[in-house]
């Protein structure tokens, strides 16, 4: 064993023995551990400075109680939390989920993972994750916007715009950010970019809403085309229907690729000839319903309960835009069988480690999601930019930027992957350049 394996080894052990019941948190460490051998064998000062059991801690975690009233009057308690996971490149950024599931380890895995994600858009953002284990389904506005108000109550103490600046993520959308950002002003008397993804009316960015779908195409494009091939006239799968779907799905059909099926938390629609975005979004934004609503009103579509990944037709890309670990190794497989050649990530952590296996061994075309999905907090972090700058740019200069900085991000990681001797390894690559950024700037700085 060499020196950088043993060192990794023992500090995974120590990092498993602290939270062993963090699944989530565990699983993205151990993929990032998996890789970034290479990296500390050339730089044995990572060893000197223990920068990987530093990285495996988050600077901080929050929790709080957030109490609300129900419209029947009863009084409602959640969790509420603010990961700070690493201000070594700058303020604490990532975005707030609202979803019953959220709990400390599955925010520790977004927090780890958004450090890394934003080290590779090249702008001084730091890593962060919060939210509260509420479930917006079925609240009304009312309800909503008491929640909101009660979460910003607390948080509002921890964040700022050069401390700590969240955004949206599942559950979390303009209104919710809207709602916070009216009570963060109320609380400190001032209008100040402490949140991103704010409508643009609020001083928020345009094309911020649409940059997580299209950056993951944006940088996907890129990937495909270094290996000649392109979204042209190919069968495409997105999962979710939600804010990063929708925009991929705009995208991939503005490519000349074709979405064939999409999904929610029950079920997917499958239309061949492809989904109808117009109908999409007045379904999910404006009359926030179910998607079966859309196979009720579209003669082309099947509603099929279950994991879109299960789906057994012939498609050539995939794009996981619902959640964490919504891929196994055995949906994986099935995939390859029936001719996927790209999986990029738009959500967070999609594929399990099994499916990530199968993509390495398949030859497919992987993008990570601290690569793939990049675009959203970039554009965030022009949101800030413009807040700062007290100006708005238009929506063509914010998408070039965009466009831009995906295309770099490709670069990077394809470069990477060389360097090392690793080349076609994007997942290498992501994960020793993303590394590389942040761990050289901790040596920077000292044991702090
Ligand atoms: P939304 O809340 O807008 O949409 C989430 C979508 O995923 C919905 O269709 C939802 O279905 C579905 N979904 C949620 N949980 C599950 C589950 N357990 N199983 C199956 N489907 C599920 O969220 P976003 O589009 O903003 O986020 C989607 C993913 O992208 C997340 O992983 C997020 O972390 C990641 N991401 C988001 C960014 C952003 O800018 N918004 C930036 C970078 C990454 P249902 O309505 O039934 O719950």
Redesign the pocket.
């Known amino acids: 064993m060499t020196a950088a394996k043993d060192y990794i080894e023992t500090v995974y052990q120590k990092v498993e023995k602290r939270g062993p019941h963090q699944a989530e948190f565990l699983q993205a460490v151990r993929e990032m551990f998996d890789t970034i051998e290479p990296a500390i064998e050339k730089n044995p000062q990572f060893i000197k400075w223990n920068i990987l059991e530093q990285l495996a801690e988050p600077e901080r975690v929050i929790s709080f109680r957030v109490p609300w009233v129900a419209d029947d009057g009863t009084v409602q308690i959640n969790k509420g939390f603010r990961v700070q996971y690493n201000s070594a490149l700058g303020p604490y950024k990532g ?1 707030i ?1 609202f ?1 019953p599931t959220v709990n400390e380890s599955i925010l520790k895995f ?1 927090g780890f993972e958004q450090m890394f994600k934003n080290s590779l858009t090249g702008l001084p953002i730091g890593g962060g994750k919060g939210g509260a284990d509420f479930d917006p ?1 079925g609240k009304s506005d009312e309800e909503i916007m008491r929640f909101c108000q009660s979460f910003m109550t607390e948080l509002q103490k921890y964040i700022g715009p050069i401390q700590d600046v969240p ?5 979390v ?1 303009g209104r919710e950010i809207g709602y916070m950002y009216g009570q963060y002003k109320r609380l400190n008397g001032a209008h100040s970019g402490v949140l991103t993804g704010k409508p643009v009316s609020m001083n928020g960015s345009l094309a911020r809403t649409e ?2 779908g299209y950056g993951l195409v944006y940088y996907t494009e890129e990937m495909l085309q270094s290996n000649g091939k392109s979204f042209k006239d190919q069968k495409v799968v997105v ?7 929708t925009y991929a799905i705009e995208k991939v059909h503005e490519f000349g690729g074709t979405v064939i099926a999409c ?4 079920g997917y629609i499958y239309d061949e000839s492809g989904i109808d975005l117009a109908l999409l979004k007045q379904i999910k934004e404006v009359e926030r319903k179910r998607l079966t609503e859309y196979a009720d009103r579209k003669d082309s579509a099947d509603y099929v309960e279950g994991s879109v990944w299960d789906i057994d037709v012939p498609f050539a890309i995939a794009l996981p ?4 670990n ?1 891929i196994s190794g055995n949906q994986a497989a099935q995939m390859v069988k029936n001719g996927v050649y790209c999986v990029s990530e ?3 952590m ?1 594929s399990d480690l099994d499916a990530i296996h199968v993509y390495l061994e398949n030859g497919v075309y992987y993008g990570p999601a601290k690569a793939a ?1 990049a675009g ?2 970039a554009t965030s972090a022009l949101e800030m930019a413009q807040n700062a700058q007290h100006g708005h740019w238009t929506f063509e200069r914010v998408d070039e930027e965009l466009k831009a900085i995906m295309k770099n991000i490709f670069k990077t990681v394809e470069e990477t992957a060389k360097e090392y001797d690793l080349e076609g390894n994007y997942l290498a690559g992501v994960n020793i350049a993303s590394f590389l950024n942040v761990a050289n700037a901790m040596v920077f700085q000292g044991v702090v």
């Open positions: 975005g989920r979803h977004l389904k955004a949206g993520d599942i559950g959308s940059a997580t999962s979710g229907s939600g804010n990063v779907a999904s929610d938390s029950n835009c619902a959640t964490q919504e738009g959500a967070n999609p999905n959203g907090v």
